[in-house]
Protein backbone atom coordinates (compact mmCIF):
# COMPACT_ATOMS: atom_id res chain seq x y z
CA UNK A 1 0.00 0.00 0.00
CA UNK A 2 1.07 3.82 -0.50
CA UNK A 3 1.27 5.01 2.96
CA UNK A 4 2.23 8.53 1.65
CA UNK A 5 -0.90 10.17 2.11
CA UNK A 6 -3.75 10.32 4.99
CA UNK A 7 -3.47 6.43 6.29
CA UNK A 8 -1.49 4.12 8.29
CA UNK A 9 -1.00 0.23 8.89
CA UNK A 10 -0.20 -1.32 11.60
CA UNK A 11 0.48 -5.62 11.11
CA UNK A 12 0.59 -7.55 14.51
CA UNK A 13 4.11 -9.23 13.79
CA UNK A 14 4.32 -10.68 17.40
CA UNK A 15 2.83 -10.13 21.06
CA UNK A 16 -0.84 -10.88 20.13
CA UNK A 17 -2.20 -14.41 22.34
CA UNK A 18 1.08 -14.39 24.21
CA UNK A 19 2.53 -11.66 26.75
CA UNK A 20 5.89 -11.98 24.89
CA UNK A 21 7.51 -11.65 21.48
CA UNK A 22 6.46 -7.93 20.86
CA UNK A 23 6.79 -7.12 17.67
CA UNK A 24 4.91 -4.72 15.51
CA UNK A 25 5.14 -3.25 12.09
CA UNK A 26 3.86 0.54 11.76
CA UNK A 27 3.83 1.73 8.00
CA UNK A 28 3.23 5.38 7.84
CA UNK A 29 4.49 8.72 5.01
CA UNK A 30 6.15 6.21 3.37
CA UNK A 31 8.38 5.04 6.13
CA UNK A 32 8.38 1.41 7.74
CA UNK A 33 8.62 1.38 11.23
CA UNK A 34 9.07 -1.60 13.79
CA UNK A 35 7.93 -1.28 17.62
CA UNK A 36 10.13 -3.91 19.39
CA UNK A 37 11.41 -6.85 18.66
CA UNK A 38 11.43 -9.23 21.15
CA UNK A 39 11.81 -13.01 22.14
CA UNK A 40 8.66 -15.55 22.21
CA UNK A 41 8.88 -17.61 25.91
CA UNK A 42 7.23 -20.23 26.80
CA UNK A 43 8.67 -23.80 28.51
CA UNK A 44 12.59 -22.20 27.21
CA UNK A 45 13.90 -19.13 27.48
CA UNK A 46 13.11 -19.03 23.81
CA UNK A 47 10.57 -20.76 22.25
CA UNK A 48 11.57 -22.00 18.69
CA UNK A 49 9.10 -19.78 16.67
CA UNK A 50 11.45 -17.36 16.69
CA UNK A 51 13.75 -18.72 14.24
CA UNK A 52 11.25 -18.55 11.74
CA UNK A 53 11.66 -15.92 9.62
CA UNK A 54 9.94 -12.63 10.13
CA UNK A 55 7.01 -11.58 8.04
CA UNK A 56 8.84 -8.80 6.49
CA UNK A 57 11.67 -8.08 4.87
CA UNK A 58 14.20 -6.58 7.40
CA UNK A 59 16.03 -4.64 4.89
CA UNK A 60 13.25 -2.86 4.60
CA UNK A 61 12.70 -0.99 8.00
CA UNK A 62 13.90 1.99 8.20
CA UNK A 63 13.83 2.39 11.80
CA UNK A 64 13.05 -0.52 14.91
CA UNK A 65 12.07 1.42 18.46
CA UNK A 66 12.77 -0.52 21.44
CA UNK A 67 10.20 0.42 24.31
CA UNK A 68 12.39 -1.24 26.86
CA UNK A 69 15.08 -3.40 27.56
CA UNK A 70 13.56 -7.14 28.71
CA UNK A 71 14.47 -9.77 26.29
CA UNK A 72 10.78 -10.50 25.20
CA UNK A 73 11.07 -6.95 23.80
CA UNK A 74 14.75 -6.54 22.57
CA UNK A 75 15.66 -9.84 22.28
CA UNK A 76 15.49 -10.84 18.84
CA UNK A 77 17.68 -7.58 17.71
CA UNK A 78 20.70 -9.81 16.59
CA UNK A 79 18.21 -11.40 14.20
CA UNK A 80 16.81 -8.70 12.54
CA UNK A 81 20.54 -7.41 12.02
CA UNK A 82 21.67 -11.00 10.77
CA UNK A 83 18.61 -10.71 8.20
CA UNK A 84 20.42 -7.52 7.08
CA UNK A 85 18.75 -4.53 8.92
CA UNK A 86 20.67 -1.38 8.61
CA UNK A 87 18.66 1.32 9.54
CA UNK A 88 18.56 3.27 13.22
CA UNK A 89 17.69 1.48 16.14
CA UNK A 90 15.65 4.26 19.02
CA UNK A 91 14.85 4.19 22.80
CA UNK A 92 15.31 5.87 25.73
CA UNK A 93 18.67 6.67 26.99
CA UNK A 94 18.77 4.03 29.67
CA UNK A 95 17.58 1.19 27.65
CA UNK A 96 20.35 1.99 25.22
CA UNK A 97 22.44 1.56 27.70
CA UNK A 98 20.75 -1.69 29.25
CA UNK A 99 20.88 -3.21 25.69
CA UNK A 100 24.26 -3.91 25.91
CA UNK A 101 24.56 -6.60 28.93
CA UNK A 102 21.02 -7.48 28.13
CA UNK A 103 22.02 -8.78 24.65
CA UNK A 104 25.12 -10.25 25.59
CA UNK A 105 23.60 -12.00 28.50
CA UNK A 106 21.34 -13.44 25.84
CA UNK A 107 24.23 -14.48 23.10
CA UNK A 108 25.49 -16.17 25.95
CA UNK A 109 22.82 -18.65 26.92
CA UNK A 110 21.34 -19.02 23.11
CA UNK A 111 24.60 -18.65 20.86
CA UNK A 112 25.57 -22.26 22.59
CA UNK A 113 22.51 -23.45 20.31
CA UNK A 114 25.19 -24.42 17.01
CA UNK A 115 22.17 -27.15 15.89
CA UNK A 116 19.75 -24.03 14.91
CA UNK A 117 23.03 -21.72 13.94
CA UNK A 118 22.28 -19.46 16.70
CA UNK A 119 25.98 -18.74 17.41
CA UNK A 120 25.76 -16.90 13.72
CA UNK A 121 22.70 -15.13 15.14
CA UNK A 122 24.20 -14.46 18.24
CA UNK A 123 27.35 -13.55 17.69
CA UNK A 124 29.78 -10.48 18.89
CA UNK A 125 29.60 -8.96 15.43
CA UNK A 126 25.92 -8.72 15.36
CA UNK A 127 25.16 -7.28 19.00
CA UNK A 128 28.19 -4.79 17.84
CA UNK A 129 26.70 -3.43 14.85
CA UNK A 130 23.28 -3.28 16.76
CA UNK A 131 24.81 -0.99 19.43
CA UNK A 132 26.45 1.42 16.49
CA UNK A 133 22.95 1.91 14.56
CA UNK A 134 21.34 2.50 18.44
CA UNK A 135 20.56 6.32 19.41
CA UNK A 136 19.69 7.58 22.60
CA UNK A 137 16.70 10.37 23.50
CA UNK A 138 15.53 11.83 26.55
CA UNK A 139 11.63 11.24 28.11
CA UNK A 140 9.63 14.17 25.84
CA UNK A 141 12.73 14.58 22.86
CA UNK A 142 11.12 15.48 19.56
CA UNK A 143 12.00 13.07 16.99
CA UNK A 144 11.30 14.29 13.17
CA UNK A 145 10.85 10.88 10.86
CA UNK A 146 9.15 12.74 8.17
CA UNK A 147 7.69 16.26 7.27
CA UNK A 148 4.45 14.54 8.75
CA UNK A 149 5.49 12.33 11.74
CA UNK A 150 6.69 13.62 14.99
CA UNK A 151 7.68 11.02 17.90
CA UNK A 152 8.25 10.92 21.24
CA UNK A 153 9.39 9.13 24.24
CA UNK A 154 6.21 8.76 27.30
CA UNK A 155 7.38 7.28 30.42
CA UNK A 156 5.80 3.85 31.63
CA UNK A 157 7.00 3.85 34.74
CA UNK A 158 7.55 0.15 33.99
CA UNK A 159 11.58 -0.74 34.38
CA UNK A 160 14.45 2.26 33.98
CA UNK A 161 13.91 3.59 30.55
CA UNK A 162 10.86 1.88 30.05
CA UNK A 163 8.90 4.39 26.99
CA UNK A 164 5.72 4.51 25.10
CA UNK A 165 5.70 5.49 21.64
CA UNK A 166 3.77 8.33 20.51
CA UNK A 167 3.56 9.02 17.51
CA UNK A 168 1.88 12.18 15.80
CA UNK A 169 0.89 12.64 12.40
CA UNK A 170 -1.55 15.01 10.66
CA UNK A 171 -2.64 15.85 14.59
CA UNK A 172 -3.63 12.52 14.92
CA UNK A 173 -1.75 10.67 18.02
CA UNK A 174 -0.68 6.58 17.83
CA UNK A 175 0.32 5.30 21.60
CA UNK A 176 2.07 2.23 21.67
CA UNK A 177 2.24 1.44 25.36
CA UNK A 178 5.08 -1.12 25.41
CA UNK A 179 5.02 -2.42 29.05
CA UNK A 180 2.65 -0.16 31.70
CA UNK A 181 4.19 -0.06 35.13
CA UNK A 182 2.46 -1.02 38.50
CA UNK A 183 2.73 2.41 39.74
CA UNK A 184 3.80 3.25 42.33
CA UNK A 185 7.12 1.83 41.89
CA UNK A 186 9.57 1.78 45.25
CA UNK A 187 11.91 3.22 42.44
CA UNK A 188 10.28 4.98 39.44
CA UNK A 189 7.83 8.13 38.92
CA UNK A 190 4.05 7.26 38.42
CA UNK A 191 3.12 5.79 34.30
CA UNK A 192 2.87 9.09 33.00
CA UNK A 193 -0.91 9.81 31.56
CA UNK A 194 -2.08 10.59 28.31
CA UNK A 195 -5.42 12.05 27.66
CA UNK A 196 -5.58 13.04 23.92
CA UNK A 197 -4.89 9.80 22.25
CA UNK A 198 -6.47 8.68 18.89
CA UNK A 199 -5.30 5.11 18.39
CA UNK A 200 -3.92 2.92 21.00
CA UNK A 201 -2.17 -0.21 21.12
CA UNK A 202 -1.57 -1.58 24.70
CA UNK A 203 -0.34 -4.25 26.48
CA UNK A 204 -2.95 -6.81 28.68
CA UNK A 205 -0.47 -8.70 30.94
CA UNK A 206 -3.03 -8.70 33.79
CA UNK A 207 -5.77 -7.89 32.39
CA UNK A 208 -8.07 -10.08 34.18
CA UNK A 209 -6.57 -9.83 37.74
CA UNK A 210 -5.60 -7.21 40.14
CA UNK A 211 -2.40 -7.08 42.67
CA UNK A 212 -2.45 -6.05 45.93
CA UNK A 213 -1.54 -2.68 47.20
CA UNK A 214 2.02 -1.45 47.56
CA UNK A 215 1.81 -1.49 51.36
CA UNK A 216 0.50 -4.82 51.24
CA UNK A 217 3.10 -6.10 49.32
CA UNK A 218 5.80 -4.61 51.56
CA UNK A 219 3.71 -6.46 54.55
CA UNK A 220 3.61 -9.78 52.60
CA UNK A 221 7.88 -9.70 51.97
CA UNK A 222 8.25 -8.66 55.51
CA UNK A 223 5.96 -12.04 56.87
CA UNK A 224 7.50 -14.48 54.30
CA UNK A 225 11.19 -13.28 55.19
CA UNK A 226 9.75 -13.79 59.25
CA UNK A 227 8.50 -17.03 58.37
CA UNK A 228 11.52 -18.77 56.60
CA UNK A 229 13.16 -17.43 59.56
CA UNK A 230 11.41 -18.95 61.94
CA UNK A 231 11.63 -22.28 60.29
CA UNK A 232 15.37 -21.99 59.94
CA UNK A 233 15.06 -22.40 55.68
CA UNK A 234 16.38 -20.72 52.79
CA UNK A 235 13.89 -18.54 51.03
CA UNK A 236 14.49 -18.43 47.38
CA UNK A 237 13.61 -15.63 45.14
CA UNK A 238 13.34 -16.22 41.45
CA UNK A 239 13.47 -12.55 39.68
CA UNK A 240 14.52 -10.79 36.46
CA UNK A 241 17.60 -9.36 35.98
CA UNK A 242 16.33 -6.24 35.20
CA UNK A 243 14.25 -3.71 38.11
CA UNK A 244 12.90 -6.43 39.51
CA UNK A 245 16.00 -7.59 41.42
CA UNK A 246 16.94 -3.73 42.10
CA UNK A 247 13.63 -3.23 43.67
CA UNK A 248 13.65 -6.20 46.05
CA UNK A 249 17.30 -5.21 46.86
CA UNK A 250 15.56 -1.07 47.44
CA UNK A 251 12.72 -2.58 49.54
CA UNK A 252 14.95 -5.17 51.38
CA UNK A 253 17.38 -2.05 52.16
CA UNK A 254 14.71 -0.15 53.67
CA UNK A 255 13.40 -3.38 56.24
CA UNK A 256 17.06 -3.64 57.10
CA UNK A 257 18.24 -0.42 57.79
CA UNK A 258 14.75 0.08 59.74
CA UNK A 259 15.14 -3.59 61.99
CA UNK A 260 11.93 -4.66 60.36
CA UNK A 261 13.18 -8.02 59.65
CA UNK A 262 15.69 -10.31 61.76
CA UNK A 263 19.93 -10.24 60.75
CA UNK A 264 20.96 -13.17 58.32
CA UNK A 265 22.98 -13.44 54.90
CA UNK A 266 20.71 -12.13 51.66
CA UNK A 267 22.90 -13.31 48.58
CA UNK A 268 22.15 -11.80 45.34
CA UNK A 269 23.14 -14.47 42.87
CA UNK A 270 23.24 -12.85 39.33
CA UNK A 271 25.56 -12.04 37.57
CA UNK A 272 23.50 -9.93 34.79
CA UNK A 273 21.40 -8.09 37.49
CA UNK A 274 24.89 -6.90 39.32
CA UNK A 275 26.33 -5.77 36.28
CA UNK A 276 23.05 -3.82 35.22
CA UNK A 277 23.27 -2.59 38.47
CA UNK A 278 25.53 -0.39 37.49
CA UNK A 279 23.62 1.01 34.89
CA UNK A 280 21.63 2.21 37.03
CA UNK A 281 23.58 3.96 39.39
CA UNK A 282 24.42 6.18 36.36
CA UNK A 283 20.43 7.11 35.83
CA UNK A 284 19.78 7.88 39.52
CA UNK A 285 17.57 11.07 38.15
CA UNK A 286 15.10 8.71 36.62
CA UNK A 287 14.11 7.39 39.58
CA UNK A 288 11.13 9.32 41.73
CA UNK A 289 11.68 11.72 44.31
CA UNK A 290 11.14 9.52 47.53
CA UNK A 291 14.30 6.66 46.05
CA UNK A 292 16.69 9.84 45.30
CA UNK A 293 15.95 10.68 48.86
CA UNK A 294 16.49 7.46 50.10
CA UNK A 295 20.17 7.67 48.62
CA UNK A 296 21.71 9.43 50.79
CA UNK A 297 25.06 11.26 49.51
CA UNK A 298 28.03 8.90 48.94
CA UNK A 299 25.77 5.72 49.85
CA UNK A 300 26.55 2.99 47.65
CA UNK A 301 23.11 1.97 45.89
CA UNK A 302 21.49 -1.31 46.73
CA UNK A 303 23.85 -2.02 49.56
CA UNK A 304 23.26 -2.66 53.26
CA UNK A 305 24.25 -5.07 56.24
CA UNK A 306 24.00 -8.62 55.35
CA UNK A 307 23.55 -8.56 51.78
CA UNK A 308 26.57 -10.74 49.75
CA UNK A 309 26.53 -10.04 45.55
CA UNK A 310 28.02 -12.99 44.27
CA UNK A 311 29.30 -13.06 40.85
CA UNK A 312 31.37 -16.09 40.39
CA UNK A 313 29.94 -19.18 39.93
CA UNK A 314 32.15 -20.18 42.90
CA UNK A 315 30.63 -18.22 44.86
CA UNK A 316 27.48 -19.07 44.37
CA UNK A 317 28.25 -22.72 44.68
CA UNK A 318 29.47 -21.42 48.15
CA UNK A 319 26.01 -20.74 49.24
CA UNK A 320 24.96 -23.70 49.82
CA UNK A 321 27.43 -24.18 53.16
CA UNK A 322 26.34 -21.42 54.51
CA UNK A 323 23.79 -22.07 57.28
CA UNK A 324 20.38 -21.37 57.27
CA UNK A 325 18.00 -18.76 57.90
CA UNK A 326 19.19 -17.27 54.78
CA UNK A 327 17.84 -15.30 51.59
CA UNK A 328 19.19 -16.61 47.72
CA UNK A 329 17.70 -14.13 45.23
CA UNK A 330 18.83 -14.96 41.86
CA UNK A 331 17.83 -14.72 38.41
CA UNK A 332 15.56 -15.53 36.21
CA UNK A 333 12.16 -14.79 36.64
CA UNK A 334 10.70 -17.70 35.54
CA UNK A 335 12.96 -20.43 36.74
CA UNK A 336 13.69 -21.33 32.93
CA UNK A 337 17.67 -20.46 33.11
CA UNK A 338 19.85 -18.90 35.33
CA UNK A 339 21.37 -19.56 38.85
CA UNK A 340 17.88 -19.75 40.36
CA UNK A 341 17.39 -23.36 38.47
CA UNK A 342 20.26 -24.64 40.75
CA UNK A 343 19.05 -23.61 43.98
CA UNK A 344 15.92 -24.99 43.27
CA UNK A 345 17.39 -28.56 42.73
CA UNK A 346 19.11 -27.91 46.17
CA UNK A 347 16.08 -26.20 48.20
CA UNK A 348 12.97 -26.78 46.72
CA UNK A 349 12.71 -30.50 48.29
CA UNK A 350 12.79 -29.52 52.05
CA UNK A 351 9.29 -28.23 53.22
CA UNK A 352 11.21 -25.77 55.74
CA UNK A 353 12.31 -23.41 52.93
CA UNK A 354 10.55 -21.02 50.80
CA UNK A 355 9.88 -20.60 46.85
CA UNK A 356 8.44 -16.77 46.94
CA UNK A 357 7.42 -15.94 43.35
CA UNK A 358 6.96 -11.84 42.46
CA UNK A 359 6.90 -11.69 38.96
CA UNK A 360 4.60 -12.76 36.10
CA UNK A 361 5.09 -16.94 34.99
CA UNK A 362 4.26 -17.18 31.40
CA UNK A 363 2.70 -20.49 31.06
CA UNK A 364 4.50 -23.59 30.76
CA UNK A 365 7.32 -22.25 32.27
CA UNK A 366 8.83 -24.23 35.94
CA UNK A 367 7.85 -21.14 37.38
CA UNK A 368 3.82 -21.09 36.51
CA UNK A 369 3.67 -24.99 37.29
CA UNK A 370 5.06 -24.72 40.68
CA UNK A 371 2.73 -21.43 41.00
CA UNK A 372 -0.45 -23.43 40.25
CA UNK A 373 0.69 -26.41 42.72
CA UNK A 374 2.85 -28.89 40.48
CA UNK A 375 4.27 -31.35 43.14
CA UNK A 376 7.13 -32.51 40.62
CA UNK A 377 8.55 -30.12 38.46
CA UNK A 378 11.58 -30.60 35.58
CA UNK A 379 14.53 -28.70 35.97
CA UNK A 380 16.72 -28.70 33.78
CA UNK A 381 16.62 -32.19 32.68
CA UNK A 382 15.87 -33.39 36.33
CA UNK A 383 12.87 -34.23 38.31
CA UNK A 384 12.65 -32.13 41.18
CA UNK A 385 10.29 -32.66 44.45
CA UNK A 386 8.30 -29.91 45.72
CA UNK A 387 8.26 -30.06 49.18
CA UNK A 388 9.01 -26.20 50.28
CA UNK A 389 6.55 -23.56 50.56
CA UNK A 390 5.33 -21.87 47.80
CA UNK A 391 4.17 -18.10 48.09
CA UNK A 392 3.23 -14.94 45.61
CA UNK A 393 3.23 -11.36 45.86
CA UNK A 394 1.69 -10.05 42.79
CA UNK A 395 2.08 -6.35 43.80
CA UNK A 396 5.78 -6.41 43.30
CA UNK A 397 4.48 -7.21 39.72
CA UNK A 398 6.36 -4.63 37.15
CA UNK A 399 2.52 -4.52 35.12
CA UNK A 400 -0.49 -2.36 35.74
CA UNK A 401 -3.43 -4.77 37.29
CA UNK A 402 -6.54 -4.99 35.49
CA UNK A 403 -8.45 -1.90 37.16
CA UNK A 404 -5.19 0.37 36.59
CA UNK A 405 -5.30 -0.78 32.63
CA UNK A 406 -9.10 0.48 32.76
CA UNK A 407 -7.91 3.93 34.65
CA UNK A 408 -5.21 4.43 32.11
CA UNK A 409 -7.61 4.38 29.17
CA UNK A 410 -10.12 6.03 30.85
CA UNK A 411 -8.13 9.17 30.70
CA UNK A 412 -7.69 9.55 27.29
CA UNK A 413 -11.59 7.83 26.56
CA UNK A 414 -13.08 11.29 25.25
CA UNK A 415 -10.56 11.20 22.37
CA UNK A 416 -9.49 7.43 21.41
CA UNK A 417 -10.68 6.03 18.60
CA UNK A 418 -9.70 2.49 18.61
CA UNK A 419 -7.74 0.35 21.03
CA UNK A 420 -5.98 -2.83 20.15
CA UNK A 421 -4.95 -5.09 23.29
CA UNK A 422 -1.99 -7.60 22.45
CA UNK A 423 0.78 -8.69 24.54
CA UNK A 424 -1.74 -10.92 27.36
CA UNK A 425 -2.48 -14.51 27.26
CA UNK A 426 -5.96 -14.75 25.19
CA UNK A 427 -8.08 -15.04 28.59
CA UNK A 428 -6.72 -11.33 29.31
CA UNK A 429 -6.94 -9.95 26.78
CA UNK A 430 -10.21 -10.77 25.95
CA UNK A 431 -11.18 -9.95 29.37
CA UNK A 432 -9.99 -6.55 29.13
CA UNK A 433 -11.70 -6.06 25.65
CA UNK A 434 -14.87 -6.48 27.12
CA UNK A 435 -14.22 -4.52 30.12
CA UNK A 436 -13.41 -1.44 28.00
CA UNK A 437 -16.40 -2.17 26.08
CA UNK A 438 -18.78 -2.21 28.71
CA UNK A 439 -16.98 0.25 31.24
CA UNK A 440 -15.88 3.11 29.38
CA UNK A 441 -18.14 2.42 25.96
CA UNK A 442 -14.63 1.98 23.97
CA UNK A 443 -13.85 0.09 20.12
CA UNK A 444 -11.53 -2.41 21.64
CA UNK A 445 -10.38 -5.63 19.99
CA UNK A 446 -7.61 -8.29 20.53
CA UNK A 447 -5.96 -8.33 17.53
CA UNK A 448 -4.96 -11.99 15.92
CA UNK A 449 -1.18 -12.78 15.25
CA UNK A 450 -0.39 -11.51 11.60
CA UNK A 451 -3.06 -9.54 10.74
CA UNK A 452 -3.28 -5.93 10.01
CA UNK A 453 -5.51 -2.88 10.14
CA UNK A 454 -5.13 0.57 8.29
CA UNK A 455 -6.22 3.43 10.28
CA UNK A 456 -6.79 7.25 8.97
CA UNK A 457 -4.68 10.21 10.33
Known sequence: MDTKDNKFKITFCGGTGSVTG??????????????DCGLTQGMKMADDINWDPFPYDSKTINILFITHAHVDHLGRVPKIIHEGFRGEIYSTEPTRDLAGPMLEDTAGILGKNIDLELDKIYS???????????????YHQKIKITDNVEVEFLN???ILGSAMIQFLCNGKKI?????LGNSPSPLLPDTERVFDIDYLIMESVYGDRNHESRDDRRKYLEEAIEDNYKRKGTLIIPTFSLERSQELLFELDALVENNRIPVMPIFFDSPLAIRLTEVFKKYKNYFNENAQKAISPGKYLFDFPGLHSTLKSEESKMIA???????VIAGSGMSTGGRIVHHERHYLPDPNNTLLLTGYQSVGTPGRLIQEGLKTVRITGEDVVVRAHVTTISGYSGHKDSNGLLAFVEDTQDTVKKVFVVMGEPKSSMFLVQKLRDNLGIEAYAPEQGSSVTLEC
Do not use: Y
Not at 127 to 137: E, H, M, P, Q, V
Open 124 to 138: EENIKLALSLWKGFT
Open 321 to 327: DVPNPKI
Open 156 to 158: AGH
Open 22 to 35: ANFLLEIDGKRILI
Open 175 to 179: LFTGD
